[in-house]
């Protein structure tokens, strides 16, 4: 790879080749930049020339990086973050980072609790420029060009930092009317007997329980008659009396209080804290670190 002496790639360019590579495609980082695809296809011309090489394989149904290409897209994420981090840092990041954050989480959790959050932060911080996706699968958070992931639950990938934002636990519940008509389950024995609503999330085993008594953890596999990748279709069979689901205390707390359901067998829980996970240490990128402390605010707040 040869770059043109004297000249040197323009930010924007960059920004419109990670966005080629993350949308897989010309015309859809054209329709996410508002640009037209002939315009994107000429600024990832304009790119080729100035470092020589041939970053993308092209065919009629997808985009593939070349060898180049892979080096310059590790270069590019790395260039963009630590310009948006020095900005950040010349205009008193503390008190008005800004520059881009790429946020990911699940369905269910994204939707209901992460947007929330983040529109507030959005206020707090004008200077931010936030993008929210979430998934129901397991994300390369480096691979994928995000900054920070919002997960539920304790397993944790080793290869990144993480700082737990909120504690919280699943619980089993079900509606007053299904318990009346199929009996209220006494021990983890007694779930056998009775249709469990499963989600189905990410790599976690399926229809297997793992809950904790204390210190005692039992795993139990359950009758999955029902079962889906989406938590609020799930809490919804078992507002139509469908069955007992595991279900997060944040999901559920208001229904318990309003007596549409009834948690059972009080004893046992599984953990479901919410942590925030990220590639690079807080202290290397301002507009993160403020973001994870608003978040953990945010959370613990909301949880007293």
Same mark, same amino acid.
């Given at each position: 790879?040869?770059?043109?002496?004297?000249?040197?790639?323009?930010?924007?360019?960059?920004?419109?080749?990670?966005?080629?590579?993350?949308?897989?495609?010309?015309?859809?980082?054209?329709?996410?930049?508002?640009?037209?695809?002939?315009?994107?296809?000429?600024?990832?011309?304009? =790119?080729?020339?100035?470092?020589?090489?041939?970053?993308?394989?092209?065919?009629?149904?997808?985009?593939?990086?070349?060898?180049? /290409?892979?080096?310059?897209?590790?270069?590019?994420?790395?260039?963009?973050?630590?310009?948006?981090?020095?900005?950040?840092?010349?205009?008193?990041?503390?008190?008005?980072?800004?520059?881009? =954050?790429?946020?990911?989480?699940?369905?269910?959790?994204?939707?209901?609790?992460?947007?929330?959050?983040?529109?507030?932060?959005?206020?707090?911080?004008?200077?931010?420029?936030?993008?929210?996706?979430?998934?129901?699968?397991?994300?390369?958070?480096?691979?994928?060009?995000?900054?920070?992931?919002?997960?539920?639950?304790?397993?944790?990938?080793?290869?990144?930092?993480?700082?737990?934002?909120?504690?919280?636990?699943? *619980?089993?519940?079900?509606?007053?009317?299904?318990?009346?008509?199929?009996?209220?389950?006494?021990?983890?024995?007694? =779930?056998?007997?009775?249709?469990?609503?499963?989600?189905?999330?990410?790599?976690?085993?399926?229809?297997?329980?793992?809950?904790?008594?204390?210190?005692?953890?039992?795993?139990?596999?359950?009758?999955?008659?029902?079962?889906?990748?989406?938590?609020?279709?799930?809490?919804?069979?078992?507002?139509?009396?469908?069955?007992?689901?595991?279900?997060?205390?944040?999901? *559920?707390?208001?229904?318990?209080?309003? /007596?549409?359901?009834?948690?059972?067998?009080?004893?046992?829980?599984?953990?479901?804290?919410?942590?925030?996970?990220?590639?690079?240490?807080?202290?290397?990128?301002?507009?993160?670190?403020?973001?994870?402390?608003?978040?953990?605010?945010?959370?613990?707040?909301?949880?007293?």
């Amino acid at each position: 790879m040869n770059t043109l002496r004297g000249q040197f790639p323009l930010p924007e360019d960059l920004r419109v080749f990670l966005t080629v590579i993350r949308k897989s495609g010309f015309a859809s980082a054209a329709e996410e930049l508002g640009l037209s695809p002939a315009y994107v296809s000429k600024r990832i011309a304009v =790119l080729e020339k100035v470092f020589g090489a041939r970053l993308l394989h092209r065919t009629t149904r997808r985009i593939a990086l070349t060898d180049d /290409g892979e080096r310059v897209l590790g270069w590019a994420q790395r260039l963009l973050g630590e310009m948006d981090d020095f900005i950040g840092e010349m205009s008193e990041a503390r008190q008005s980072p800004r520059g881009m =954050l790429h946020i990911c989480s699940t369905f269910g959790f994204g939707r209901n609790h992460v947007a929330p959050a983040i529109s507030r932060l959005a206020e707090t911080y004008p200077e931010l420029e936030i993008r929210l996706d979430v998934f129901d699968r397991v994300v390369d958070i480096i691979g994928e060009g995000f900054d920070l992931e919002i997960r539920v639950g304790d397993d944790l990938p080793n290869q990144h930092m993480s700082r737990k934002l909120v504690s919280n636990q699943r *619980v089993l519940c079900a509606t007053p009317e299904y318990l009346a008509r199929r009996g209220v389950p006494t021990s983890l024995e007694d =779930l056998a007997d009775h249709d469990c609503l499963v989600l189905k999330e990410r790599n976690h085993p399926f229809a297997v329980w793992t809950l904790k008594n204390g210190e005692r953890e039992s795993s139990i596999r359950v009758n999955a008659r029902l079962s889906s990748n989406n938590g609020e279709i799930v809490l919804q069979w078992a507002l139509n009396d469908a069955g007992i689901l595991l279900r997060s205390m944040w999901d *559920v707390k208001p229904l318990l209080e309003q /007596g549409r359901l009834v948690q059972v067998l009080h004893d046992y829980s599984q953990s479901a804290n919410v942590w925030a996970v990220y590639p690079i240490r807080l202290g290397h990128s301002a507009k993160l670190r403020v973001c994870v402390e608003f978040l953990e605010n945010h959370f613990r707040h909301l949880s007293s």
